[in-house]
T-cell receptor, first 114, second 114 residues
Framework: AQSVSQHNHHVILSEAASLELGCNYS??????LFWYVQYPGQHLQLLLK??????LVKGIKGFEAEFIKSKFSFNLRKPSVQWSDTAEYFC????????????FGSGTRLSIRP | DAGVIQSPRHEVTEMGQEVTLRCKPI?????LFWYRQTMMRGLELLIY????????DSGMPEDRFSAKMPNASFSTLKIQPSEPRDSAVYFC????????????FGEGSWLTVV
């Protein structure tokens, strides 16, 4: 079955630490990849997306993600986190064979210690 | 653009009552999605529409849930009768095929059934 896996359920970091959140998917063929962020009490907002071209995608607030097709991965990174990055992060995938049905991972809760 | 608009933002209702959640997608978007988010189950896709037609309702939990999209600018999600386990945040989202399927979320309807 098609799926998106986020292996880290809860990550706790100190400010200025580097961040990497894992995301793996099981689709074959052409995919669009997304990271969404949900700040406490708010709705999901787009952080960055990959459609084609350069596999290293830069998003808002200093986040970036790298698409590695051979590993079916789209990991999210940030070199130095801030307290305001405390949120839940969702990886999502659309396969062109799935009639635009976007599938979300289970989310990773990021807590930043000030 | 006003974004995806949902109402009500918050609702508290008694078990057995009918609940109707409303959504106005972004103008021009041809896909509309209803998601439910809970601590236990995370983000779940309930149903989605393309050009006002339901495409996949396999995520609708049971017959108490129904969704309609009478026109391109309005959709409803109805729960009748409501139960305490329906308490959740219900998100409506929309996307446009031509923009690479980026999904934009509304701010959610926070439902509490007592």
């Amino acid at each position: 079955a098609q799926s998106v896996s986020q292996h880290n359920h809860h990550v706790i970091l100190s400010e200025a630490a580097s961040l990497e959140l894992g995301c793996n998917y099981s689709y074959g063929g052409t995919v669009n990849l997304f990271w969404y962020v949900q700040y406490p009490g708010q709705h999901l907002q787009l952080l960055l997306k990959y459609f084609s071209g350069d596999p290293l995608v830069k998003g808002i607030k200093g986040f970036e993600a790298e698409f590695i097709k051979s590993k079916f991965s789209f990991n999210l990174r940030k070199p130095s986190v801030q307290w305001s990055d405390t949120a839940e992060y969702f990886c999502a995938v659309i396969s062109y064979s799935s009639a635009s049905k976007i599938i979300f991972g289970s989310g990773t809760r990021l807590s930043i210690r000030p | 653009d006003a974004g995806v608009i949902q109402s009500p933002r918050h609702e508290v209702t008694e078990m057995g009552q009918e609940v109707t959640l409303r959504c106005k997608p972004i103008s021009g978007h041809d896909y509309l999605f209803w998601y439910r988010q809970t601590m236990m189950r995370g983000l779940e896709l309930l149903i989605y529409f393309n050009n006002n037609v339901p495409i996949d309702d396999s995520g609708m939990p049971e017959d108490r849930f129904s969704a309609k999209m009478p026109n391109a600018s309005f959709s409803t999600l109805k729960i009748q009768p409501s139960e305490p386990r329906d308490s959740a945040v219900y998100f409506c989202a929309s996307s446009e095929q031509g923009s690479g399927n980026t999904i934009y979320f509304g701010e959610g309807s926070w439902l509490t059934v007592v």
